[in-house]
Protein backbone atom coordinates (compact mmCIF):
# COMPACT_ATOMS: atom_id res chain seq x y z
CA UNK A 1 0.00 0.00 0.00
CA UNK A 2 1.43 3.28 -0.93
CA UNK A 3 2.39 5.99 2.12
CA UNK A 4 0.37 9.14 1.54
CA UNK A 5 2.94 11.37 3.61
CA UNK A 6 3.63 14.43 1.85
CA UNK A 7 7.02 16.04 1.53
CA UNK A 8 7.28 17.80 4.82
CA UNK A 9 5.82 15.18 6.96
CA UNK A 10 8.63 13.27 7.63
CA UNK A 11 12.10 13.62 9.20
CA UNK A 12 15.26 11.96 9.61
CA UNK A 13 16.68 11.76 12.96
CA UNK A 14 20.57 11.96 12.48
CA UNK A 15 22.68 9.70 15.28
CA UNK A 16 26.65 11.54 15.44
CA UNK A 17 29.94 8.88 16.30
CA UNK A 18 29.63 10.62 19.61
CA UNK A 19 25.85 9.63 20.04
CA UNK A 20 24.46 13.51 20.19
CA UNK A 21 21.38 13.09 18.19
CA UNK A 22 19.03 15.72 15.90
CA UNK A 23 16.01 15.95 14.31
CA UNK A 24 16.07 17.31 10.67
CA UNK A 25 12.87 18.16 8.28
CA UNK A 26 12.82 16.41 4.48
CA UNK A 27 11.65 19.53 2.90
CA UNK A 28 12.09 18.70 -0.39
CA UNK A 29 12.70 16.01 -3.07
CA UNK A 30 15.91 14.70 -3.98
CA UNK A 31 16.91 15.55 -0.43
CA UNK A 32 20.62 15.38 -0.86
CA UNK A 33 23.28 13.69 1.62
CA UNK A 34 26.64 13.83 1.90
CA UNK A 35 30.01 15.20 3.25
CA UNK A 36 30.35 19.30 2.51
CA UNK A 37 28.22 21.62 0.78
CA UNK A 38 29.45 21.77 -2.98
CA UNK A 39 27.67 19.11 -4.12
CA UNK A 40 24.12 21.24 -3.25
CA UNK A 41 23.73 18.84 -0.03
CA UNK A 42 20.65 19.42 2.84
CA UNK A 43 22.26 17.36 5.00
CA UNK A 44 25.64 17.52 5.97
CA UNK A 45 27.70 14.87 7.44
CA UNK A 46 31.40 15.72 8.86
CA UNK A 47 32.89 12.10 8.06
CA UNK A 48 35.81 11.74 5.68
CA UNK A 49 34.41 8.23 5.13
CA UNK A 50 31.10 9.72 3.65
CA UNK A 51 31.16 11.05 0.17
CA UNK A 52 30.73 14.29 -1.13
CA UNK A 53 27.43 12.73 -2.62
CA UNK A 54 26.19 9.84 -0.61
CA UNK A 55 22.39 9.24 -0.68
CA UNK A 56 19.71 11.17 -1.52
CA UNK A 57 15.93 11.09 0.13
CA UNK A 58 13.49 11.12 -3.07
CA UNK A 59 9.25 10.82 -2.94
CA UNK A 60 7.27 8.84 -5.28
CA UNK A 61 4.06 8.27 -3.85
CA UNK A 62 6.35 7.26 -1.20
CA UNK A 63 9.56 7.57 0.49
CA UNK A 64 12.93 5.64 -1.24
CA UNK A 65 16.79 6.12 -0.43
CA UNK A 66 18.67 6.05 -3.25
CA UNK A 67 22.77 5.54 -3.58
CA UNK A 68 24.74 8.72 -5.21
CA UNK A 69 27.61 7.27 -5.15
CA UNK A 70 28.81 6.66 -1.53
CA UNK A 71 32.31 4.91 -1.41
CA UNK A 72 31.64 1.24 -0.39
CA UNK A 73 27.85 1.29 -0.68
CA UNK A 74 24.98 2.88 1.25
CA UNK A 75 23.30 -0.24 4.01
CA UNK A 76 19.89 0.20 4.39
CA UNK A 77 18.88 -1.82 8.04
CA UNK A 78 22.64 -3.64 7.77
CA UNK A 79 21.65 -4.62 3.72
CA UNK A 80 23.26 -2.97 1.05
CA UNK A 81 20.79 -1.10 -1.57
CA UNK A 82 20.96 0.77 -4.52
CA UNK A 83 16.98 2.18 -4.20
CA UNK A 84 15.01 0.76 -1.51
CA UNK A 85 11.61 2.76 -0.20
CA UNK A 86 11.54 3.70 3.29
CA UNK A 87 9.58 2.68 6.28
CA UNK A 88 9.35 4.22 9.44
CA UNK A 89 12.29 3.81 11.88
CA UNK A 90 14.62 2.10 9.15
CA UNK A 91 18.16 3.09 9.71
CA UNK A 92 20.83 4.12 6.74
CA UNK A 93 24.31 3.70 7.48
CA UNK A 94 26.96 4.62 4.98
CA UNK A 95 29.71 1.64 5.65
CA UNK A 96 31.52 2.53 8.24
CA UNK A 97 31.89 1.41 11.50
CA UNK A 98 31.76 4.67 14.07
CA UNK A 99 30.02 6.60 11.43
CA UNK A 100 26.68 8.35 11.18
CA UNK A 101 23.52 6.66 11.54
CA UNK A 102 20.62 8.28 10.05
CA UNK A 103 16.97 6.65 11.22
CA UNK A 104 13.55 7.48 8.76
CA UNK A 105 10.45 9.11 11.03
CA UNK A 106 7.28 9.90 9.69
CA UNK A 107 6.10 13.23 11.12
CA UNK A 108 4.79 13.36 14.35
CA UNK A 109 2.04 15.24 13.11
CA UNK A 110 -0.59 11.96 12.77
CA UNK A 111 0.50 11.08 16.78
CA UNK A 112 -0.51 15.03 17.58
CA UNK A 113 -3.58 14.17 15.57
CA UNK A 114 -4.34 11.13 17.98
CA UNK A 115 -3.58 12.78 21.22
CA UNK A 116 -6.53 15.55 20.20
CA UNK A 117 -9.13 13.00 19.26
CA UNK A 118 -8.24 11.09 22.20
CA UNK A 119 -9.14 14.36 23.90
CA UNK A 120 -12.04 14.54 22.30
CA UNK A 121 -13.19 11.33 23.22
CA UNK A 122 -12.78 12.06 27.45
CA UNK A 123 -14.71 15.56 26.68
CA UNK A 124 -18.57 14.69 28.17
CA UNK A 125 -20.85 13.78 25.81
CA UNK A 126 -23.59 15.49 27.20
CA UNK A 127 -21.96 18.90 25.79
CA UNK A 128 -23.43 18.51 22.59
CA UNK A 129 -24.81 21.82 21.89
CA UNK A 130 -23.82 24.18 18.73
CA UNK A 131 -21.47 26.15 20.89
CA UNK A 132 -19.89 23.24 22.00
CA UNK A 133 -19.77 21.30 18.52
CA UNK A 134 -18.29 24.70 17.38
CA UNK A 135 -15.06 24.99 19.73
CA UNK A 136 -14.51 20.99 18.67
CA UNK A 137 -14.64 22.48 15.39
CA UNK A 138 -12.50 24.77 16.73
CA UNK A 139 -9.41 22.49 17.96
CA UNK A 140 -10.09 20.19 14.73
CA UNK A 141 -9.37 23.44 12.93
CA UNK A 142 -6.40 24.49 14.34
CA UNK A 143 -5.02 20.42 14.29
CA UNK A 144 -5.37 21.24 10.37
CA UNK A 145 -2.97 24.43 10.59
CA UNK A 146 0.26 21.65 11.61
CA UNK A 147 -0.45 20.48 7.96
CA UNK A 148 -0.50 23.86 6.22
CA UNK A 149 2.02 25.81 4.44
CA UNK A 150 1.70 28.95 5.74
CA UNK A 151 3.79 31.69 7.43
CA UNK A 152 4.91 31.19 10.90
CA UNK A 153 3.51 34.41 12.34
CA UNK A 154 0.40 33.41 10.10
CA UNK A 155 -0.42 30.00 11.96
CA UNK A 156 0.57 31.28 15.56
CA UNK A 157 -1.63 34.10 14.34
CA UNK A 158 -4.64 31.76 13.80
CA UNK A 159 -3.75 29.47 17.16
CA UNK A 160 -4.22 33.21 18.75
CA UNK A 161 -7.84 33.36 17.34
CA UNK A 162 -9.16 30.36 18.19
CA UNK A 163 -7.81 30.60 21.86
CA UNK A 164 -10.04 34.03 21.63
CA UNK A 165 -12.96 32.09 20.45
CA UNK A 166 -12.86 29.50 22.53
CA UNK A 167 -12.17 31.85 25.86
CA UNK A 168 -14.40 34.91 24.34
CA UNK A 169 -11.50 36.94 25.44
CA UNK A 170 -10.70 40.40 24.05
CA UNK A 171 -6.83 39.97 23.75
CA UNK A 172 -4.91 37.26 23.37
CA UNK A 173 -0.54 37.45 23.52
CA UNK A 174 1.93 35.02 22.41
CA UNK A 175 5.22 35.85 24.58
CA UNK A 176 8.18 33.94 23.09
CA UNK A 177 11.28 32.43 25.09
CA UNK A 178 15.02 33.03 24.19
CA UNK A 179 17.64 31.11 25.02
CA UNK A 180 18.19 32.57 28.37
CA UNK A 181 14.39 32.15 29.17
CA UNK A 182 13.83 36.01 28.78
CA UNK A 183 10.14 36.39 27.08
CA UNK A 184 9.71 38.98 24.81
CA UNK A 185 6.14 39.30 23.16
CA UNK A 186 6.14 37.96 19.52
CA UNK A 187 2.44 38.35 18.51
CA UNK A 188 -0.80 39.96 19.34
CA UNK A 189 -4.62 39.61 18.17
CA UNK A 190 -7.62 41.12 19.40
CA UNK A 191 -11.22 39.84 20.23
CA UNK A 192 -11.94 41.02 16.08
CA UNK A 193 -9.06 38.85 14.84
CA UNK A 194 -6.80 41.82 13.97
CA UNK A 195 -3.12 42.35 15.08
CA UNK A 196 -2.55 44.77 18.04
CA UNK A 197 0.64 46.73 18.13
CA UNK A 198 2.97 44.98 20.88
CA UNK A 199 4.00 48.45 22.06
CA UNK A 200 0.64 48.67 23.21
CA UNK A 201 0.03 46.00 24.97
CA UNK A 202 0.63 45.37 28.91
CA UNK A 203 -0.12 41.90 29.89
CA UNK A 204 -0.45 41.26 33.87
CA UNK A 205 2.83 40.41 34.32
CA UNK A 206 1.78 39.17 38.06
CA UNK A 207 -0.23 36.14 36.17
CA UNK A 208 3.00 36.13 33.72
CA UNK A 209 5.18 34.95 36.79
CA UNK A 210 2.72 32.49 38.53
CA UNK A 211 2.49 30.61 35.82
CA UNK A 212 6.22 30.36 35.36
CA UNK A 213 6.78 29.35 39.12
CA UNK A 214 4.00 27.05 39.30
CA UNK A 215 5.11 25.73 35.86
CA UNK A 216 1.37 25.24 35.26
CA UNK A 217 -1.55 27.36 33.96
CA UNK A 218 -2.88 30.39 35.80
CA UNK A 219 -6.76 30.67 35.09
CA UNK A 220 -8.93 32.66 36.29
CA UNK A 221 -12.71 33.37 35.24
CA UNK A 222 -13.43 36.00 37.61
CA UNK A 223 -10.68 38.22 39.76
CA UNK A 224 -13.12 39.62 42.15
CA UNK A 225 -13.12 36.33 43.27
CA UNK A 226 -9.88 34.91 42.62
CA UNK A 227 -6.27 34.96 43.64
CA UNK A 228 -5.40 38.17 45.63
CA UNK A 229 -2.22 38.47 44.54
CA UNK A 230 -3.88 39.35 40.94
CA UNK A 231 -6.52 41.18 41.92
CA UNK A 232 -3.45 43.63 43.16
CA UNK A 233 -1.35 43.63 40.25
CA UNK A 234 -0.71 47.19 39.25
CA UNK A 235 -2.07 45.79 35.43
CA UNK A 236 -4.99 44.43 36.32
CA UNK A 237 -6.29 47.25 38.16
CA UNK A 238 -5.30 50.00 35.62
CA UNK A 239 -7.14 47.96 32.95
CA UNK A 240 -10.00 46.90 34.96
CA UNK A 241 -9.36 43.26 33.84
CA UNK A 242 -11.33 40.46 35.23
CA UNK A 243 -10.25 37.18 33.23
CA UNK A 244 -6.56 36.12 32.57
CA UNK A 245 -5.38 33.09 31.17
CA UNK A 246 -1.86 32.27 30.88
CA UNK A 247 -0.22 29.03 30.21
CA UNK A 248 3.03 28.23 29.66
CA UNK A 249 4.38 26.21 26.85
CA UNK A 250 7.12 23.84 27.26
CA UNK A 251 9.00 21.49 24.08
CA UNK A 252 7.64 18.09 26.31
CA UNK A 253 4.35 18.37 28.12
CA UNK A 254 1.75 16.60 29.41
CA UNK A 255 -1.88 16.96 30.42
CA UNK A 256 -3.04 16.59 34.15
CA UNK A 257 -5.71 14.72 34.45
CA UNK A 258 -6.68 15.80 37.78
CA UNK A 259 -6.75 19.66 36.88
CA UNK A 260 -6.77 19.53 33.01
CA UNK A 261 -4.15 22.09 32.91
CA UNK A 262 -1.18 21.02 30.50
CA UNK A 263 1.69 20.69 33.29
CA UNK A 264 5.75 20.54 32.17
CA UNK A 265 7.13 17.12 33.09
CA UNK A 266 10.49 17.92 31.17
CA UNK A 267 11.55 20.08 28.39
CA UNK A 268 12.55 23.64 26.89
CA UNK A 269 10.58 26.77 28.16
CA UNK A 270 9.38 28.00 24.57
CA UNK A 271 6.78 30.80 25.81
CA UNK A 272 3.39 31.71 27.06
CA UNK A 273 0.02 31.47 25.52
CA UNK A 274 -1.92 34.68 27.65
CA UNK A 275 -5.24 36.09 26.91
CA UNK A 276 -7.42 38.48 29.58
CA UNK A 277 -10.52 40.53 29.65
CA UNK A 278 -12.27 43.15 30.92
CA UNK A 279 -15.54 40.87 31.24
CA UNK A 280 -15.97 37.92 33.65
CA UNK A 281 -16.22 34.28 31.99
CA UNK A 282 -17.04 30.63 33.11
CA UNK A 283 -14.86 28.16 31.51
CA UNK A 284 -16.52 25.12 31.22
CA UNK A 285 -14.35 21.63 31.31
CA UNK A 286 -15.02 21.59 27.33
CA UNK A 287 -13.25 24.75 27.28
CA UNK A 288 -10.43 24.23 29.20
CA UNK A 289 -9.38 21.00 27.68
CA UNK A 290 -9.96 22.61 24.51
CA UNK A 291 -7.79 25.39 25.60
CA UNK A 292 -5.32 22.98 26.52
CA UNK A 293 -5.26 21.37 22.99
CA UNK A 294 -4.61 24.65 21.32
CA UNK A 295 -2.22 25.62 23.80
CA UNK A 296 -0.50 22.36 23.14
CA UNK A 297 -0.19 22.66 19.55
CA UNK A 298 1.06 26.15 19.77
CA UNK A 299 4.56 25.06 21.70
CA UNK A 300 4.28 22.44 19.03
CA UNK A 301 4.60 24.84 16.13
CA UNK A 302 6.93 27.10 18.33
CA UNK A 303 9.07 23.87 19.09
CA UNK A 304 9.14 22.89 15.15
CA UNK A 305 10.20 26.52 14.05
CA UNK A 306 12.75 26.48 16.77
CA UNK A 307 14.24 23.29 15.86
CA UNK A 308 13.54 24.23 12.26
CA UNK A 309 15.84 27.30 12.59
CA UNK A 310 18.67 25.45 14.76
CA UNK A 311 18.63 23.25 11.56
CA UNK A 312 18.71 25.87 9.20
CA UNK A 313 21.91 27.76 11.43
CA UNK A 314 23.71 24.56 11.34
CA UNK A 315 23.41 23.84 8.06
CA UNK A 316 25.19 27.66 7.76
CA UNK A 317 27.53 26.65 10.23
CA UNK A 318 28.61 23.77 8.23
CA UNK A 319 28.37 25.25 4.86
CA UNK A 320 30.96 27.70 6.08
CA UNK A 321 33.28 25.73 7.97
CA UNK A 322 33.03 23.70 4.57
CA UNK A 323 34.23 26.97 2.67
CA UNK A 324 37.11 26.97 5.38
CA UNK A 325 37.92 23.74 4.69
CA UNK A 326 37.99 23.68 0.63
CA UNK A 327 40.03 26.86 1.13
CA UNK A 328 42.54 25.38 3.90
CA UNK A 329 43.26 22.35 1.09
CA UNK A 330 43.72 24.56 -2.01
CA UNK A 331 46.34 25.91 -0.09
CA UNK A 332 48.53 22.95 0.48
CA UNK A 333 50.51 22.19 -2.45
CA UNK A 334 49.00 20.13 -4.78
CA UNK A 335 50.68 18.42 -7.82
CA UNK A 336 54.22 19.04 -6.32
CA UNK A 337 56.43 20.73 -8.85
CA UNK A 338 59.91 19.34 -10.06
CA UNK A 339 62.64 20.68 -8.30
CA UNK A 340 66.80 19.58 -9.56
CA UNK A 341 67.60 18.35 -6.90
CA UNK A 342 65.18 16.84 -4.28
CA UNK A 343 61.84 15.13 -4.37
CA UNK A 344 58.40 15.49 -2.16
CA UNK A 345 55.68 14.51 -0.93
CA UNK A 346 53.19 15.42 1.59
CA UNK A 347 49.55 14.99 3.35
CA UNK A 348 47.60 16.14 5.95
CA UNK A 349 44.89 14.78 7.35
CA UNK A 350 42.24 17.22 9.75
CA UNK A 351 40.44 15.56 12.81
CA UNK A 352 38.07 18.07 12.73
CA UNK A 353 36.08 19.85 9.66
CA UNK A 354 39.63 22.16 9.83
CA UNK A 355 43.02 21.68 11.08
CA UNK A 356 45.53 23.24 13.06
CA UNK A 357 48.61 21.69 10.95
CA UNK A 358 50.04 22.69 7.50
CA UNK A 359 53.01 22.29 4.99
CA UNK A 360 54.50 23.96 2.38
CA UNK A 361 57.37 23.71 -0.19
CA UNK A 362 58.25 26.40 -2.95
CA UNK A 363 61.41 27.93 -4.64
CA UNK A 364 63.92 30.37 -3.24
CA UNK A 365 65.91 30.46 -6.59
CA UNK A 366 67.24 27.94 -8.95
CA UNK A 367 69.92 26.55 -6.35
CA UNK A 368 67.91 26.33 -3.77
CA UNK A 369 64.03 25.44 -2.46
CA UNK A 370 62.67 26.11 1.06
CA UNK A 371 59.94 23.30 2.57
CA UNK A 372 58.47 23.64 6.13
CA UNK A 373 55.73 21.62 9.03
CA UNK A 374 53.94 23.58 11.17
CA UNK A 375 51.08 22.73 14.46
CA UNK A 376 49.16 25.36 15.42
CA UNK A 377 47.89 25.27 18.87
CA UNK A 378 44.53 24.25 19.26
CA UNK A 379 42.00 23.33 16.09
CA UNK A 380 39.21 24.38 14.55
CA UNK A 381 38.92 27.52 12.66
CA UNK A 382 40.93 29.30 14.90
CA UNK A 383 44.41 27.42 14.30
CA UNK A 384 42.86 27.18 10.79
CA UNK A 385 43.58 31.43 10.38
CA UNK A 386 46.53 31.34 11.94
CA UNK A 387 47.55 29.02 9.26
CA UNK A 388 46.82 30.61 6.53
CA UNK A 389 48.54 33.90 7.80
CA UNK A 390 51.97 31.52 8.73
CA UNK A 391 52.00 30.81 5.14
CA UNK A 392 51.56 34.27 3.87
CA UNK A 393 54.64 35.48 6.47
CA UNK A 394 57.08 32.39 5.24
CA UNK A 395 56.12 32.89 1.14
CA UNK A 396 57.74 36.26 1.91
CA UNK A 397 61.38 34.32 2.28
CA UNK A 398 61.25 34.35 -1.40
CA UNK A 399 61.79 38.43 -0.98
CA UNK A 400 64.04 37.87 2.29
CA UNK A 401 65.46 34.85 2.29
CA UNK A 402 67.00 34.97 5.78
CA UNK A 403 64.95 32.56 8.04
CA UNK A 404 65.87 33.51 11.87
CA UNK A 405 64.81 36.97 10.87
CA UNK A 406 61.69 36.03 9.30
CA UNK A 407 60.72 33.82 12.33
CA UNK A 408 62.31 36.43 14.83
CA UNK A 409 59.54 39.23 13.48
CA UNK A 410 56.48 36.68 13.31
CA UNK A 411 57.46 35.73 16.97
CA UNK A 412 57.20 38.95 17.65
CA UNK A 413 53.94 39.88 16.01
CA UNK A 414 52.73 36.85 17.81
CA UNK A 415 53.37 38.06 21.21
CA UNK A 416 52.35 41.24 20.69
CA UNK A 417 49.19 39.93 20.29
CA UNK A 418 48.67 37.63 23.07
CA UNK A 419 44.85 38.12 22.65
CA UNK A 420 45.00 35.69 19.24
CA UNK A 421 46.13 32.76 22.34
CA UNK A 422 47.98 30.46 19.56
CA UNK A 423 51.55 29.37 18.85
CA UNK A 424 53.10 27.29 16.47
CA UNK A 425 55.50 24.90 16.24
CA UNK A 426 57.27 24.52 12.83
CA UNK A 427 60.38 23.09 11.14
CA UNK A 428 61.72 24.82 8.26
CA UNK A 429 64.61 23.68 6.26
CA UNK A 430 66.15 25.32 3.05
CA UNK A 431 67.84 23.08 1.10
CA UNK A 432 71.01 23.71 -1.44
CA UNK A 433 71.48 21.62 -4.88
CA UNK A 434 74.90 20.98 -2.70
CA UNK A 435 73.07 19.03 0.09
CA UNK A 436 73.64 21.73 2.14
CA UNK A 437 70.37 22.00 4.73
CA UNK A 438 70.23 25.31 6.66
CA UNK A 439 67.00 24.44 9.43
CA UNK A 440 64.94 26.50 12.50
CA UNK A 441 63.36 23.68 14.50
CA UNK A 442 60.74 25.70 16.60
CA UNK A 443 59.54 23.16 19.06
CA UNK A 444 58.42 20.94 16.51
CA UNK A 445 58.82 17.03 17.02
CA UNK A 446 62.16 16.02 15.30
CA UNK A 447 61.95 15.03 11.59
CA UNK A 448 63.60 11.33 11.06
CA UNK A 449 66.99 10.93 8.48
CA UNK A 450 66.48 7.94 6.59
CA UNK A 451 69.77 7.42 5.37
CA UNK A 452 71.18 4.06 3.94
CA UNK A 453 68.53 1.64 5.54
CA UNK A 454 69.47 3.65 9.17
CA UNK A 455 67.29 6.04 10.99
CA UNK A 456 68.85 8.81 12.58
CA UNK A 457 67.75 12.02 14.24
CA UNK A 458 70.55 14.94 13.62
CA UNK A 459 68.07 17.72 14.26
CA UNK A 460 68.98 18.22 17.58
CA UNK A 461 69.53 22.18 17.56
CA UNK A 462 66.12 23.55 18.33
CA UNK A 463 63.80 26.71 20.15
CA UNK A 464 60.10 27.74 21.45
CA UNK A 465 57.34 27.39 19.30
CA UNK A 466 56.60 30.74 17.61
CA UNK A 467 54.40 33.24 19.13
CA UNK A 468 55.54 31.32 23.01
CA UNK A 469 57.85 33.09 24.50
CA UNK A 470 58.37 36.97 24.04
CA UNK A 471 62.06 38.29 22.83
CA UNK A 472 63.23 34.55 21.69
CA UNK A 473 65.70 34.60 19.58
CA UNK A 474 65.61 32.33 16.74
CA UNK A 475 68.92 31.09 14.46
CA UNK A 476 69.70 28.58 12.25
CA UNK A 477 71.86 25.53 11.84
CA UNK A 478 73.07 23.46 9.47
CA UNK A 479 73.20 19.92 8.35
CA UNK A 480 74.97 18.15 5.15
CA UNK A 481 72.73 15.90 3.59
CA UNK A 482 73.81 12.99 0.98
CA UNK A 483 72.45 11.42 -1.97
CA UNK A 484 68.70 9.66 -2.04
CA UNK A 485 68.93 11.04 2.17
CA UNK A 486 65.28 10.90 2.98
CA UNK A 487 63.48 13.35 6.02
CA UNK A 488 60.75 12.42 7.39
CA UNK A 489 58.99 15.06 8.93
CA UNK A 490 55.45 14.55 10.98
CA UNK A 491 52.74 16.40 13.28
CA UNK A 492 52.27 15.23 16.83
CA UNK A 493 49.39 13.48 15.11
CA UNK A 494 51.27 10.78 14.26
CA UNK A 495 53.49 9.65 16.87
CA UNK A 496 50.38 10.47 19.41
CA UNK A 497 47.93 8.59 17.99
CA UNK A 498 46.39 6.33 20.27
CA UNK A 499 44.58 2.70 19.85
CA UNK A 500 41.07 1.85 21.79
CA UNK A 501 43.35 1.31 25.02
CA UNK A 502 45.19 4.86 24.88
CA UNK A 503 48.63 3.80 24.31
CA UNK A 504 49.90 6.11 21.91
CA UNK A 505 51.87 5.13 18.70
CA UNK A 506 54.84 6.80 19.42
CA UNK A 507 58.63 7.07 17.47
CA UNK A 508 59.41 3.26 17.81
CA UNK A 509 56.64 2.03 16.06
CA UNK A 510 57.68 4.72 13.08
CA UNK A 511 60.75 3.58 13.14
CA UNK A 512 59.77 0.17 12.30
CA UNK A 513 57.28 1.55 9.64
CA UNK A 514 60.34 3.00 7.72
CA UNK A 515 62.86 0.13 8.50
CA UNK A 516 64.92 -1.26 5.09
CA UNK A 517 62.78 1.11 3.17
CA UNK A 518 65.35 3.37 2.14
CA UNK A 519 65.25 3.04 -1.48
CA UNK A 520 61.27 3.04 -1.48
CA UNK A 521 59.19 5.69 -3.94
CA UNK A 522 58.53 8.44 -1.32
CA UNK A 523 54.54 7.61 -1.96
CA UNK A 524 55.01 4.31 -1.32
CA UNK A 525 56.79 5.59 2.00
CA UNK A 526 53.99 7.57 2.93
CA UNK A 527 51.54 5.13 2.47
CA UNK A 528 53.34 2.64 4.79
CA UNK A 529 53.69 5.24 7.60
CA UNK A 530 49.78 6.21 7.32
CA UNK A 531 49.11 1.84 7.12
CA UNK A 532 51.29 1.56 10.22
CA UNK A 533 49.07 4.08 11.92
CA UNK A 534 45.68 3.49 10.92
CA UNK A 535 46.63 -0.39 11.85
CA UNK A 536 47.77 0.69 15.21
CA UNK A 537 45.03 2.58 15.89
CA UNK A 538 42.40 -0.08 15.35
CA UNK A 539 39.41 2.20 14.08
CA UNK A 540 39.85 4.62 17.80
CA UNK A 541 38.65 8.35 16.80
CA UNK A 542 41.32 10.38 15.42
CA UNK A 543 41.99 13.14 18.26
CA UNK A 544 44.47 15.55 16.24
CA UNK A 545 45.38 16.24 12.92
CA UNK A 546 48.09 13.52 11.56
CA UNK A 547 50.12 15.34 8.66
CA UNK A 548 53.71 13.74 6.75
CA UNK A 549 55.92 15.54 4.93
CA UNK A 550 58.80 13.78 2.95
CA UNK A 551 61.87 15.38 1.56
CA UNK A 552 64.35 13.02 -0.71
CA UNK A 553 67.53 15.05 -1.83
CA UNK A 554 68.73 14.40 -5.21
CA UNK A 555 72.20 14.85 -6.22
CA UNK A 556 72.93 17.30 -8.99
CA UNK A 557 74.90 14.81 -11.30
CA UNK A 558 71.85 12.26 -10.32
CA UNK A 559 69.17 14.90 -11.62
CA UNK A 560 70.77 15.68 -14.75
CA UNK A 561 71.30 11.80 -15.63
CA UNK A 562 68.53 10.50 -18.32
Known amino acids: MPDDTAIGEAVLEIIAPDGAARSVPITQSPF ?79 ATVDQLLSRIENIPHGD ?42 ERALLLEADPAGALRMRLARSGKRVPIPLESFSPSQTAIRLAIQRRSSVVTEDLNRDDLNLQAAQSVVSQRLRTVVAIPLYATSRVNSKESLIQAEHGVFLGILYLDSRRPAAFS ?100 FLTTMLQGALLGMTIAPDPASVFNQLNRF ?39 GDIAEPFTEGSFPVGLIPGDHYVSARVELQPDDTLILFSDGVTEAMDCDEQMYGVSRLREALADRHDAPLDD ?32 TQAAAP
Not at 82 to 103: M, N
Not at 290 to 314: T, W
Not at 337 to 357: E, K, N, Q, W, Y
Not at 432 to 450: C, K, M, T, Y
Request: glycine share 10%; hydrophobic share 40%.
Open 525 to 556: LQKAVLESVENFTRGASQADDVTLLLVRYIAT
Open 285 to 384: KLDRQILDAIASEAASILDNARLVERERQRQRFEQEISIARDMQQALLPRGFRDFPHLAITGTSSPCLAVGGDYFDVFPLSDDRAAFLIADVSGKGLGAA
Open 414 to 452: LCEHAEIGRYATMFFGILGRDGRLEFINAGHPSPLLLRH
Open 128 to 169: SSPGGLGKINLLLQATMLLHSQLPLDAVLGTMLDHAIAVTEA
Open 32 to 110: LIGRGGGSGNQLLLSDGRISRSAAAIVFDDRYYVEDRGQRGGLFLNGKKILKHPLEDGDVITFGADGSYQVVFRKSGSS
